[in-house]
């Protein structure tokens, strides 16, 4: 059967943070591979749920809403004009939304700059639509852009930019200096800038000097422990136990009492 297989799925390989999950599952590990909800979900989302389960509203669902609000928010946040009907695509997650703006742009042979070290499933879905994907070396300690070897890893068949920022799995955060760069070459070599980004985390990292890995909460409360928003999860870079402790101080000052992020409304 296996031989029936396309010739990019049978080079892919299982996610590593799903073997790590299986492995933390199976030893009795703490998992750190993934970040797991240790709150409720809010009260009037469950409501919701249940209300629209009892009313039998079991069809798939138009998400032209979501579009409206999305463009209204784009143009008072951004003064961008867009068409709520013709330039949103919701999507169940970023895994999902990624592969399907791989799949709408590229061709076989099209190739795409990723920054290295990148998100594992970078590569699989490039590779699943034909595409090569060409890894552009971070410099480490700090993980800064190199602007010579970024802009020689352009070729006549580039045909997109992956940014990811804050980086999965560096924690760093591109600079202005170096979104510019990256800007710049994109306009100049006529390709696309696929982005995949968290706002939020991005001033938290900002206000606090912190750098943290996306995808994970920082803020939860709970009326019966008052520590309970001091937790937090898969730092980078971190030393010691004293180093996580000044972190973990510091990311309470962008947060309200009732452990939501304050985010800053002003631009950075």
Known sequence: ??????????????????????LAQRVGAVNLAEGFPDFPAPAHVKAAATAA???????????????????????RDHGL??????????CCGQSEAFAA????????????????????MYQTCIELARGVPVYVPLDPP?????????LKSFTSRTKAVILN??????????????LLVISKACQKMDCFAITDEIDFVTNLISNSGVAAVPGSGFFHTDPDNQSYHHRYVRFAFCKSDVTLKAAAQKMMKPAESNGRVLHDTQSS
């Open 1 to 22: 059967m296996e031989e029936k297989l396309s010739e990019a799925s049978r080079r892919a390989t299982p996610s590593p943070i799903q073997q790590l999950s299986h």
């Open 53 to 75: 389960i009892a009313a039998d509203l079991n069809q798939y669902r138009h998400v032209q809403g979501i579009c409206d609000v999305l463009a209204e928010t784009m143009k």
């Open 81 to 90: 004009r867009v068409d709520p009907l013709t330039d949103f695509a919701i």
């Open 101 to 120: 703006a791989i799949f709408a742009i590229i061709d076989p042979g099209d190739e795409v700059l990723l920054f290295d070290p990148a998100y594992e």
């Open 142 to 150: 700090s993980w800064t852009l190199n602007e010579d070897k970024f």
């Open 165 to 178: 920022s804050p980086h999965n799995p560096t924690g760093k955060v591109f600079s202005k200096e170096e």
